[in-house]
């Protein structure tokens, strides 16, 4: 707690108390018989209202928000790739939302290097409707071959959480590539299956044809 006089633009005393110790500065020459009286009630003061009621204040606080205050909810990650068919260009979002308490570091990776500060929007903290909170940070690129990721640390979570973000037209291509092989694999399948039935059939034919039975 501390108590400040000022005259004409400039401090003349200040009183404190910190860590149950009183201090006086003064800047002025003040006589002494007029500050002791001062310091002395500033004592009394403090340790018969000031000191009371703010600890018990803070006491009851405290009791009331003991559930809120022990609250601890792990924050849902997801890390986004999105194009703009205008611009040519892609936009990448790091969104953590859902987390409890609202302290959280949310960081832009490119290549394993931290994104700069002027390159990110967003990084507002939002507040949910169900009292917890999001960060989203995005970042505007262009077509390149960097890697990015996204770190967060909260104190729901043991470790640094790092979520990378996949390359979406190579798992496009590889999907094709995948679906080609299984057609493939189902068009044989089914040319084996007409083959070993027909197979059968003409080797039932033969077996029950005259000339065999002669």
Same mark, same amino acid.
């Given at each position: 707690?501390?108590?400040?006089? !000022? !005259?004409?633009? =400039? ?31 500033? /004592? ?5 209202? *000031? ?11 405290? $009791? ?7 609250? $601890? ?8 790739? /999105?194009?703009?068919? @205008? ?6 979002? &790091? ?21 700069? @500060? ?25 077509? @390149? ?10 104190? =729901? ?27 493939? &694999? !189902?068009?044989?399948?089914?040319? !084996?299956?007409?083959?070993?039935? $027909? ?6 034919? *033969? ?8």
């Amino acid at each position: 707690m501390i108590v400040a006089d !000022a !005259a004409r633009g =400039s401090s003349t005393d200040e009183l404190s108390y910190i860590n149950n110790t009183f201090t006086y500065t003064v800047a002025v020459n003040i006589k002494q018989e007029l500050i002791k009286p001062h310091l002395e009630k500033f /004592k009394q003061d403090f340790a018969k209202t *000031f000191y009371p009621v703010c600890i018990t204040t803070l006491k009851n606080y405290l $009791k009331k928000r003991r559930d809120q205050r022990n609250r $601890k909810v792990t924050p849902n990650i997801t890390l986004t790739q /999105k194009a703009n068919s @205008d611009s040519g260009e892609s936009r990448v979002s &790091c969104l953590a939302t859902g987390f409890y308490p609202r302290h959280i570091n949310l960081t832009l990776f490119r290549d394993g290097q931290p994104v700069s @500060d002027h390159e990110i929007t967003g990084g507002d903290l939002l507040p949910n409707g169900d009292g917890t909170y999001q960060m989203r940070k995005s970042l505007e690129i262009s077509a @390149d071959k960097h890697k990015y990721s996204c770190s967060v640390t909260h104190l =729901s979570l043991d470790n640094k959480l790092i979520i990378e973000l996949e390359d979406e037209p190579f798992r496009r291509r590889i999907g094709v590539v995948v679906a080609v092989l299984l057609l493939v &694999c !189902a068009i044989s399948g089914i040319l !084996a299956v007409v083959c070993m039935r $027909k197979g059968r059939r003409e080797d039932r034919d *033969f077996r029950g044809s005259p000339n065999l039975m002669m």
